[in-house]
């Protein structure tokens, strides 16, 4: 599906890797070590950073985070998979400013996320759509434009993306009237409607059925290749993680793994999930995440 | 949408399908049976205990026989009700809006709150009639304070039950707490708004007249009607303002419910 649309933020260079990848420990230069490196000040502006991020929760005695780091390129897509109560959700939310680590330092592209989000630089998918059930799907997705006007942000034509992810024919319905996966690709909308540079996803396709999660997984590639924001997804799939990702680290136990290239062309069609690369792909995160369930402490 | 009852994609419009509910024998007939056996039971009591239950041809025939008198005491009556309820809501709204976000509010409120509504009527009216003068103002105020507590209860509970989901969507945006409120919260707080509506404008008729009985000087108003014709052993009167202040609740519990029928369109989707 062929759109123009504004770029967000640092366009991929032509040919070659089509964009920086994302590392768990250092940004640029040789193979990531397992001792992290924050980015020099001058690249600041160009990664997410978080730098001995650690988060503990009371009456909790493992860590929701503990000290990760993790360095982010602008304009990719990073996934961390894991176990239910692994810190993923936690991750995100620090990273949205929805929670303040107990100690270490977030940057999105060189401000805190506190002031990332007042430019409204974030965009927030959580794992249930959250629709005003009262407005219709146009004006649902209209809702970031609305709000925190002051912030500077380039809007994007809702009509358009609602049309992009296959809603055009539901403009004035509301939320009610539609199905999970409609409700769901809504939201995703909504994100995408004020074309923010860092879309936070926390297992958004997680209450659809498989088929819709694959149709809705495609879609929202569709989009970002369109839009480029950097994407930082949490997902439970192994499946979806490589379908959409360029890296993907797993989770276990507050930490995060070195992350896992995924080296699939883009551009990525439907049925790429059959290919036998995508398939050694999934082989290889399937033992990364035996190995996060049985971190010492099991 | 424009579509009449189906709209070809699995799902019918609310209010054309609360329209034939109404038709329905199933809706109408469960509140007949009830009524009728109230009133059943009523008859035979009135004819074995006449001196204290009059019959339902006497209070029919007085009802009728002093209409207009019973609905100018009715209008007396809604003058002191109505105001007394809107004042509730807007003071109750506005502090609960205020103990939604402050906590110390909420605690140095919300105990007042109880301590007035658990105090009795008969206590304050005294005081209110000596500070507020015999006219309508005392009269309005104890409607005030009867009605208050629920509404201010789940005005509250109401700001309160915004999905918290959506409440992180308006973080990530970093809107306001205004925004929030108005975008978020009052909209999610109308069902709540609406049930506790439900409740305590016909409450505030009662309320109204239960003032009228018991504040001094008061000369007008169903329940000065209904505490002569008692006093006077009348008591076909007496019950035919008591119908009439049913009636009266009856009648606005209906205009709530349209209202809110029409006001919270989105909820009567069901796929």
Redesign the interface.
Same mark, same amino acid.
């Given at each position: 599906m062929a759109i123009s649309t504004e770029p967000t933020g640092a366009e991929p260079p032509a040919g070659g890797e089509p964009y920086p990848r994302p590392t768990a420990s250092r940004p640029a230069g040789p193979k990531p070590t397992a001792m992290p490196a924050v980015p020099e000040p001058a690249q600041a502006q160009d990664w997410i950073v978080l730098s001995g991020v650690t988060k503990r929760f009371p009456n909790v005695g493992t860590p929701a985070l503990d000290e990760v780091d993790l360095a982010i390129p602008r304009g990719s897509f990073f996934t961390v998979i894991g176990p239910s109560g692994a810190g993923k959700s936690t991750l995100l939310r620090v990273l949205?400013?929805?929670a303040k680590p107990d100690a270490g330092e977030v940057f999105i592209f060189g401000e805190p996320p506190a002031e990332a989000?007042?430019r409204?630089h /974030?965009?927030?998918v959580?794992?249930?759509p959250?629709?005003?059930?009262?407005r219709s799907v146009l004006d649902n997705v209209r809702?970031?434009l609305?709000?925190?006007r002051r912030?500077p942000c380039q809007p994007r034509d809702p009509e358009r993306i609602l049309a992009l992810l296959g809603l055009g024919e539901t403009l004035?319905?509301?939320p009610?009237?539609l @199905?999970g996966g409609m409700r769901q690709r809504v939201a995703i909308a909504?994100a995408f409607a004020f074309a923010p540079a860092v879309l936070?996803m926390d297992e958004p396709f997680g209450a659809l059925d498989e088929m819709t999660r694959e149709h809705v997984a495609h879609l929202l590639l569709e989009l970002w290749q369109a839009e480029r924001p950097t994407v930082v997804f949490v997902t439970h799939s192994v499946g979806e993680a490589v379908v959409l990702s360029d890296q993907v680290s797993v989770m276990g136990k507050g930490k995060l793994s070195e992350p896992v290239d995924i080296a699939l062309p883009r551009p990525r069609p439907e049925g790429i999930e059959d290919t036998e690369a995508f398939h050694g792909l999934q082989r290889e995160l399937r033992a990364r995440l035996r190995e996060a369930f049985a971190a010492p402490g099991d | 949408?424009g579509c009449s009852v189906s709209?070809g994609?699995g799902?019918e419009r609310p209010s054309l399908r609360r329209a034939t509910d109404h038709l329905r024998l199933a809706t109408w007939a469960p509140p007949l049976v009830a009524f009728g056996v109230v009133l059943l039971v009523w008859e035979l009591l009135a004819t074995h205990e006449r001196f204290l239950l009059p019959t339902l041809g006497q209070v029919g025939a007085d009802l009728t026989g002093h209409l207009g008198t019973l609905l100018a005491y009715g209008g007396a009556t809604l003058a002191e009700a109505l105001p007394g309820v809107a004042i509730s809501y807007a003071v109750a709204l506005l502090l609960a809006v205020g103990m939604d976000q402050s906590r110390l509010l909420t605690r140095a409120v919300l105990p007042l709150a109880v301590a007035l509504n658990v105090s009795p009527l008969l206590a304050i009216a005294p005081t209110l009639t000596l500070f507020l003068g015999l006219g309508r103002a005392p009269k309005i105020v104890m409607t005030a304070i009867i009605t208050f507590f629920p509404a201010l209860i789940n005005a509250l509970a109401g700001l309160r039950s915004a999905?918290p989901?959506?409440l992180?969507?308006?973080? @990530? /945006? @970093?809107? @306001?707490r205004w925004?929030t409120l108005w975008? /978020?919260q009052l909209?999610a707080s109308?069902p709540y708004l609406f049930a506790a509506a439900r409740v305590v404008v016909p409450l505030s008729v009662v309320g109204a007249a239960i003032a009228e009985m018991v504040a001094q000087g008061s000369s007008s108003g169903l329940g000065v009607f209904i505490e002569q014709q008692s006093a006077d052993a009348q008591l076909g009167y007496a019950w035919a303002g008591i119908v009439t202040l049913a009636v009266f609740g009856l009648v606005l519990t209906a205009l709530i419910v349209v209202v809110e029928d029409r006001v919270?369109r989105?909820?009567g989707?069901?796929?």
């Open positions: 949205a400013g929805l989000s007042r409204k /974030l965009g927030w959580p794992q249930s959250a629709l005003l059930p009262w809702l970031p609305q709000v925190n912030a004035d319905r509301l009610a009237q @199905s909504r936070l | 949408m709209c994609h799902y999905d989901k959506a992180e969507v308006f973080q @990530s /945006l @970093s809107a @306001s925004e975008r /978020l909209p109308l919270l989105w909820r989707f069901k796929q």
